[in-house]
């Protein structure tokens, strides 16, 4: 008779599987950067959300993730004449993982084009007591919505600093007391437990019926 393996994951212990996540904006500087620790069982339109929430995004606009090669994000009836896409709400981000570090280029708002790169790493079991995704840290504000993108941004900054510049006024109403060195990490909470509440009726259903 041959033993059964024991190496085989089980269904707990892939929903129990994280990853941390660091998400960096790319071209900030000084950088703006959020570390979570991630669920691998969740779909990458998940992974979307979390990013969303880790960053401050409002899920204004268009996105995409980009893992080697392959274009991932909502179902649209046109490309635009980008390359073929995959539904990201059909795809886990256990399944797109490879061994040590996975990378993966990710887009929002295709006018502001808004880059970000998402690094996962130290895959592992997660602690039950714990819900996830977890806010661990990160630096800075995000940049406000519809800003003209990176340099846009740092345009703005800069007009607000020179008091004698033409748009001075204008700019400085429109960012409203925004301040880009400080990160509240309340709302970032916030939005990542919510999105941790809607995956403890699947926890229960899981975990408790093997509970010992």
């Not at 399944?95 to 295709?110: E, N, Q, R």
């Not at 995000?142 to 990176?150: A, L, Y």
């Not at 880009?180 to 995956?199: K, Q």
Request: with cysteine; net charge negative; glycine share 6%.
């Amino acid at each position: 008779m041959t033993a059964r393996s024991t190496d085989r994951p089980t269904a707990i212990d892939s929903f129990l599987q994280i990853a941390t996540l660091r998400i960096e904006l790319k071209d900030s500087d000084p950088p703006i950067w959020r570390l979570v620790e991630v669920p691998t069982s969740v779909t990458l339109k998940v992974l979307h959300d979390i990013v969303q929430a880790a960053m401050g995004w409002f899920d204004y606009h268009l996105w995409e993730m980009l893992i080697d090669g392959q274009t991932y994000g909502l179902p649209m009836e046109d490309d635009w004449g980008t390359a073929p896409r995959k539904i990201a709400a059909r795809i886990r981000l256990r399944d797109v993982l490879a061994p040590g570090t996975t990378t993966i280029a990710y887009s929002y708002d295709f006018g502001d084009d808004w880059q970000h790169t998402l690094t996962l790493s130290d895959v592992r079991q997660g602690d039950p007591a714990l819900a996830y995704p977890r806010f661990i840290g990160g630096e800075r504000e995000c940049p406000p919505e519809d800003c003209g993108g990176i340099s846009g941004f740092y345009d703005m900054l800069e007009i607000r600093s020179d008091p004698t510049h033409e748009q001075h006024a204008e700019i400085n109403d429109w960012l409203d007391g925004y301040d880009p060195e400080e990160l509240d990490i309340l709302p970032i909470e916030a939005a990542l437990s919510r999105i941790a509440a809607r995956r403890n009726a699947a926890a229960k259903r899981i975990v408790k019926p093997n509970a010992t």
